[in-house]
């Protein structure tokens, strides 16, 4: 598996360290492990972790700017795609946003075992963290992986993006059913035309990740709050 991490870092000009090969494997470790007293994730099988945990975040590394660089996750659970991006790009600062208590301790305590520096956790709603005045307009890119469907996403990661940012957003094949967004919506939310990028990863079919770039500034009204949206996403 170590040649195809390599093979996915090197689309993005970067060569893999001893030291980040294991890192990417500790990770692996410590997130089996804490699966099995608390629901962190369904693959238990490592090969599959190695493919759709790693090798799945590592596909997103050709869409990070280069140099030093600002990245929210939106739902981290157990880590992926934050953790092995922050293990790829050291130069980037990870911020982590999960509202499950026991996810962010579990968050917490990887970063520790790992000696990661740079990357912190939030126990906090998508929500109400893109009202945060020091989390909203501030990232270059904010990610989105198996967290809700696109118009959810779009509300909640634009307004954490900064101008001329992005969001990369990993989805599967019902990606379809959930594009076009609305370009009301979009100009709402300060998004651009959504870009799709197929993913070729072995032994997976019909992944993308949706890019949104970050035109203008969101609407203040938004994200709204978690009682006057359930039930009602934007379209």
Not at 98 to 103: G, L, P
Not at 184 to 201: A, Q
Request: aromatic share 4%.
């Amino acid at each position: 598996m170590n040649e195809l991490w390599s093979t996915l870092a090197a689309r993005a000009n970067i060569e893999l360290s001893p030291e980040q090969y294991e890192k990417l494997s500790r990770y692996l470790d410590l997130l089996s492990a804490a699966n099995e007293r608390m629901n962190l994730t369904r693959i238990t099988d490592r090969a599959q972790a190695e493919l759709n945990h790693v090798a799945d975040a590592l596909t997103l590394l050709p869409f990070l700017p280069p140099g030093s660089c600002r990245i929210a996750d939106i739902g981290s659970g157990g880590g992926v795609p934050a953790i092995p991006l922050k293990i790829c790009r050291p130069d980037a600062f990870v911020l982590m946003i999960e509202s499950t208590q026991k996810k962010g301790k579990f968050l917490d305590e990887t970063i520790a075992a790992l000696g990661l520096t740079d990357i912190a956790v939030v126990s906090d709603r998508a929500e109400t963290a893109g009202h945060n005045p020091k989390c909203r307009d501030s990232f270059d890119v904010v990610t989105a992986r198996a967290v809700a469907t696109m118009p959810w996403l779009a509300e909640w990661c634009l307004p954490l993006v900064k101008k001329r940012g992005k969001m990369l957003a990993m989805k599967g094949p019902k990606v379809a059913e959930e594009l076009p967004l609305n370009v009301r919506t979009l100009r709402f939310l300060g998004g651009g035309e959504p870009i799709i990028h197929p993913v070729d990863l072995p032994g997976t079919e019909h992944r993308v990740i949706v890019e949104i770039p970050k035109v203008s500034k969101t609407d203040d009204r938004f994200p709204r709050p978690a009682t006057e949206a359930k039930g009602n996403p934007l379209n």
